[in-house]
């Protein structure tokens, strides 16, 4: 998943992402990216076939401080792979890549525990955590449901830089939930974090807002790669622009 370079550049550029105290209001978590980084980016042993007690561990403490902070979440969960084999391509070179790392020792600790999915499932339900399980990719509904529900979405996937969703979207490698603090004038926890919209993105840029679909595409994704077609974007050039100078419109 993902557009690629994009998530760098953003980080990057230091002009997107804003600093956002996050609290009472609703959450979509788009939850096939979530558990994958709770579980490796915690203490959880990453070999031995899974250590399912103590991502449980892991997840219970990430949604008390949701509940801590008055966020309510809603959990959107991805199913099986798109059945007109778009990403087909995409999804064998992954396969691929992590074989080549096995077989010369490399990142072997990086394959996700096949039970992880289900016991993140299992224990959404027993905390009272709503959530849902898609057909196919959960992206456009993750989208859709946070623009009904005028909240922000909680991933890691480059994709939410590009849907337009009023509230915005919050990279959950700033999502600092570890760190719960407690606004000085208010007495409340707020979980410090920065927030992204494609306001600031289109006019930086230029762009109009609705071909952000099509900006999407000549980037490269997982559904279109314009690099193999012998064309590319170069995102580091775009930094060192003059402040009076940007791209051509889209």
Known sequence: MGIQGLTSFIDHSGTFLKDDHFR????IIDGSNIFH???FNSSVDLKHGGDYDDFEDQ???FFKALRDCGIEPYVVIDGGS???DKKFETLRQRAQSKIN???MG????????VLVKQVFKQVLSSLKVPFAQCIFEADQEIASLAQRWNCPVLSNDSDFYIFDIQAGYLPFFHFQWQNVSVQR???QNYIPCKRYTTTSFCRHFNINRQLLPVFAAIAGNDYVNLTNMGFSIRWKGYPQMESNQKPSKF
């Open 24 to 27: 009472h209001s609703r959450l």
């Open 37 to 39: 980084f709770l579980y």
């Open 59 to 61: 997840v219970c403490e």
């Open 82 to 84: 798109d059945h007109t």
């Open 101 to 103: 790392n096995l077989s």
């Open 106 to 113: 490399l990142q072997g600790d990086r394959i996700i525990p």
């Open 185 to 187: 004038w208010s007495s």
